[in-house]
């Protein structure tokens, strides 16, 4: 008798969730949109960096270092200073040059992200054209 009582419990409530499942099933699905963001630029960082990088890559490369080095001994406490990020007076091949390249890597990513901006912009409008372009049914 138990084990009846048990087992009409569970169809019960197996029969009650299942709508709940079909329901999720029937729903569509809405695509929800993000704004695009726009990476930040150090702009004075990348106005310090930008002669130094020679061949316009956006990273330093080692022989790029070394005359960014000899400047910084030259001028310890000139604008290179922010990229010593030891404090030992000089310019590491890895630790600074690394926090460089991320500051200088972040002009191509904006330019990159404005552009997907720019055009997701245009596809909205174009799509927006589009809907009022098409033919209205009569309602009747």
Do not use: C, W
Not at 17 to 42: Q, S
Not at 56 to 81: C, H, S, V, W
């Amino acid at each position: 008798m138990k084990s009846s009582h048990l087992l009409l419990a569970l169809l019960t409530l197996g029969g009650l969730a299942l709508p709940a499942f079909a329901a999720d099933a029937k729903k569509p699905k809405v695509k929800v949109k993000r704004p695009i963001a726009i990476t930040e630029v150090d702009e004075a960082a990348v106005a310090v960096l930008k002669p130094y990088d020679k061949d316009g890559n956006f990273q330093i490369d080692r022989t790029e270092l070394t005359a960014m080095q000899d400047a910084y001994k030259a001028a310890p406490n000139g604008p290179l200073k922010v990229f010593d990020k030891g404090s030992d007076g000089m310019l590491d091949d890895l630790i600074d040059r690394a926090g460089m390249n991320v500051k200088l890597g972040a002009v191509p990513m904006a330019e990159a992200d404005k552009k997907r901006a720019e055009k997701a912009k245009q596809r909205e409008e174009k799509a927006a054209a589009k809907a009022a372009a098409a033919p209205k049914a009569d309602a009747k």
